[in-house]
């Protein structure tokens, strides 16, 4: 009742009986919880003689009996059972005190669950039955005991991911308990949602002893996943050269395709693994196969912008001018993706580079509209370097001087004659030449105008003739034969272009001994060294 003369308002004397019972059993219940956790078995008789919940949960939804089957504490579930708990309470994730036991591989604790009448059929959330749970946790004990003690075990049964306990095994890379589950008459050929058998998954975590102990055992080496992925394609991308050699040792075809008609060497190309690649070639692996859309594995190896795998692949003899289908070499691909040093090994190899993709466009095309100045430079001068003399259409056609000059001169570097000559061209292009004389230097030299309009495109103001100047320039000197004298093959150049003046003055600068062109006439050397 309230009183009208007081502001105070005193609960009923059994509510306040009532609310210190609660309170008194809460702090009962997680005395429990607690004692049981750190495995005090005198600390639970005590608390079991207070009122308390004997199922009380806590925010996992777990109750004592669950911590207890974890830790395998046989001597407090033995109290909990005796206290009349519910042995088939679950958690949040539809864990069982006998699944829990399982789970941490404690046999005794699920002998004693099952005796005290526990489901053996019972799963969690994700469907993981008895036999998964010790399986995929590598708790073999667990797993002779079910298969020896119960009566019947379907080994075979799935989860929600229609996942076996050998599935699980095989994963998590537990042969021994694969090989018993195995033995006791496991399906090696069931497959998952995803299409996969165990061996697909053995394969795919590089589990070698796995993967060897179920060839033995009439796995599936060709079975393809829901991607068209056979075993050897998950070793592959997942880097497992091991697993990779003892499945091209067991017969799997190493030219097997996926639904992209990507095969394993395709795929170690992109990865730029070398071992598997070398490996994958001596079982017999076709260097040039193409997938689906035309790409051989040197296509994928230069987009990776891998420099050591394109070469590895070049001396395995891969076709540099391989097409796809858009009609792309691989040149075509890393002009595309500005890939410097790919385009300098594809070209030092001697790739095509007239070759139009489906666009129309030439390499070279393709890295002057992505502003790869580098790359332009370079075809160019090899362009140039192509066809240079008549005798080049000799057997081996022509681009092979041309790419071992190409060869020569990267490994050689800038010789004396290129660091003397350099600074020359540089005054001449940025003082001494006006916007149009360099394009006219550029046909006198017969740089064709795709050539010409590649070096323009890179547009920086208007003073950008300059260092287009200059590019044509180093283009045209890196590209002449050791024979020729630049410097008078440069002042015949500036004299065609009425630019005789400039021509006197760099003869006099580099103290060349040449006479300089009449209207009329033609250069006549009387000194044959470079400088």
């Known amino acids: 009742m309230l009183n009208a003369d007081s502001d105070d308002v005193s609960p009923p004397e059994e509510s306040v009986s009532s609310s210190r019972r609660s309170s008194r059993v809460l702090k009962n219940d997680l005395l429990l919880h607690e004692a049981v956790i750190k495995n005090d078995t005198d600390a639970v008789k005590k608390v079991l003689k207070e009122h308390v919940d004997i199922n009380s949960r806590n925010n996992y939804g777990r109750a004592p009996i669950h911590w207890a089957a974890s830790r395998g504490s046989t001597d407090i579930m033995e109290l909990l059972i005796g206290a009349k708990c519910d042995i088939e309470a679950r958690d949040k994730y539809g864990m069982r005190p006998l699944l829990m036991a399982a789970w941490h591989g404690h046999t005794d604790a699920v002998q004693l669950l099952i005796n005290c009448g526990a489901s053996v059929v019972a799963t969690n959330k994700k469907q993981y039955t008895l036999l998964m749970c010790a399986a995929r946790n590598n708790r073999l004990s667990v797993v002779n005991f079910l298969l020896d003690s119960l009566e019947h075990v379907d080994v075979d049964l799935v989860d929600m991911d229609r996942q076996t306990a050998l599935h699980h095994a095989a994963q998590a890379g537990h042969k021994d308990v694969v090989a018993r589950i195995v033995q006791a008459g496991a399906n090696t050929k069931v497959v998952n949602r995803q299409g996969r058998t165990a061996l ?88 040039d196969k193409q997938s689906k859309n035309g790409c051989t594995p040197l296509h994928l190896a230069s987009e990776a912008n891998d420099c050591e795998t394109v070469e590895l692949l070049i001396s395995k003899g891969a076709d540099l001018n391989a097409l796809n289908s858009r009609l792309q070499s691989p040149i075509h691909i890393a002009a595309e993706f500005g890939y410097t040093e790919i385009c300098k090994v594809l070209l030092a190899a001697g790739a095509n580079i007239e070759q139009r993709e489906q666009g129309g466009r030439t390499p070279l095309y393709i890295a ?164």
Not at 223 to 233: A, F, I, K
Not at 371 to 396: H, Q, W
Not at 513 to 523: A, R, Y
Request: glycine share 8%; net charge negative.
């Open 368 to 531: 002057a509209r992505g502003s790869f100045t580098a790359i332009v430079d370079m075809i160019i001068k090899t362009a140039r370097l192509d066809y240079p003399e008549p005798e080049d259409n000799c057997e081996g056609g022509p681009q092979s001087a041309a790419r071992r000059k190409w060869r020569s001169q990267q490994e050689g570097g800038v010789g004396e004659c290129q660091d003397r000559l350099r600074p020359v061209l540089h005054k001449l292009a940025h003082r001494q030449l006006d916007a149009g004389d360099w394009k006219r230097l550029a046909h006198h030299w017969a740089f064709t105008e795709e050539q010409i309009r590649a070096i323009e495109h890179q547009y920086t103001g208007p003073n950008s003739y300059k260092e287009h100047s200059y590019r044509m320039l180093l283009i045209w000197s890196e590209g002449l034969n050791q024979e020729v004298n630049p410097v008078k093959s440069l002042c015949e150049g500036l004299c065609a272009i009425n630019k005789k003046a400039v021509a006197e003055s760099i003869r006099k600068k580099l103290n060349e001994d040449i006479e300089l062109p009449q209207k009329s006439g033609h250069l006549c050397c009387t000194s044959c060294s470079m400088f």
């Open 200 to 287: 697909h998954l053995a394969s795919e975590k590089g589990h070698v002893d796995v993967v060897e102990f179920l060839l033995r055992h009439e796995a599936q080496m060709e079975t393809r996943d829901e991607d068209g992925n056979s075993p050897l394609h998950l070793a592959v991308e997942n880097k497992h050269l091991m697993v990779t050699q003892l499945l091209l040792e067991s017969g799997t075809p190493p030219d097997i395709d996926n639904h992209k008609g990507m095969t394993a060497l395709h795929i170690a190309s992109s990865l730029g693994c070398r071992g598997i690649i070398d490996t994958l070639l001596q079982y017999g692996s076709d260097v």
